[in-house]
């Protein structure tokens, strides 16, 4: 026969579990978010300037000045990338409307920029709550929150949506337009095994 205080043990644990059941927590609202960049592996770029204005225009954010990319893993893709690269992180609630960006491409010595407005449907891409949890820790990223810019050689840049769950999903390209530099610009050196495949394979178009 149950005594009573393992009665009343059983009927607490019971309402707890109820509890627990009904009750969930409201998903918390967006608000931090990044722009990264990459480029094509030993298609080196350097990003001069970039410039990040929010939806609302209220705010603007300046970021990855003389900032060295990441580089894919193939020359010709943009495979094998992780899902966050040179990011400049943002902690608000407001998305990005435009951003501008200015780079170099190292392999052609060509400088370009561009003002790359983000639509709504792509910000409420970024709002969309997800319930999934990913990496060793498990832990919850309900988000695609990076915004991946690929900067390619040839003045092609590709507009991809990731975040920490989830893989790159290219939103759309756009092409830059090229920057004229000061007459004394220098601009840096490619590494040697970066010109060494150049030299050998050249700077094509229309690849990325």
């Known amino acids: 026969m149950i005594n009573v205080k393992t009665f009343l043990l059983i009927i607490f644990c019971l309402l707890v579990s109820s509890c627990s059941t009904e009750y ?12 990264s960049t990459i480029s094509p592996k030993n298609y080196t770029a350097v990003v001069d300037i970039l410039l990040i204005t929010g939806e609302k225009k209220k705010r603007g954010w300046t970021g990855l000045v003389s900032n060295y990319t990441t580089e894919s893993l193939s020359p010709l893709k943009w495979d094998g990338v992780d899902r966050y690269h040179s990011g400049y992180f943002i902690e608000d609630a407001e998305l990005p409307g435009l951003i501008y960006i200015r780079w170099h491409s190292l392999a052609n010595k060509v400088t370009y920029n561009k003002a790359i407005r983000i639509s709504e449907n792509i910000r409420n891409k970024m709002r ?3 319930d999934i949890r990913c990496g060793k820790s498990n832990r919850l990223k309900p988000y695609k929150n990076n915004i991946l810019l690929g900067l390619a050689p040839d003045g092609m840049i590709s507009v991809f949506l990731n975040g920490r769950c989830f893989d790159n999903e290219l939103q759309f390209k756009v092409q830059a337009v090229e920057y004229t530099v000061a007459d004394d610009f220098v601009y840096p050196e490619l ?4 010109q060494a495949y150049v030299d050998e394979h050249g700077v094509p178009t229309g690849i990325w």
């Not at 590494?191 to 970066?194: D, F, H, R, V, Y």
């Open 24 to 35: 969930q927590a409201e998903p918390q609202e967006l608000d931090e978010w990044t722009v």
């Open 128 to 130: 969309e709550y997800h």
């Open 191 to 194: 590494s040697e095994e970066a």
